[in-house]
């Protein structure tokens, strides 16, 4: 066998553990109020966007299925 120069192999290192304080100590800065403000309108908006979609397809859905071609041709 041949060994490159040296004698034993050093361990492989690892990682250092990481600090938790140090991660809870380097978080973003608290948004501004206006910011915050605006996150919570975006959200609204976004429910109730998603939440008519959803009605407007449960309405269709059971609309077909309780009326006749002709009516529910009406109503969409």
Known sequence: MAQDGGGATPPATL???RDPEAEST???PA???GERSY???AR???IGIASTGV???LYLA???HVLDPSSYSRIS
Do not use: Y
Request: aromatic fraction near 10%.
């Open 62 to 64: 059971t609309a077909s």
């Open 55 to 57: 009605f407007t397809f």
């Open 26 to 28: 380097a978080t973003e």
């Open 31 to 33: 948004p501004e109020p």
């Open 39 to 41: 996150a919570s309108g």
């Open 44 to 46: 609204v908006l976004t």
């Open 15 to 17: 990682a250092p553990p």
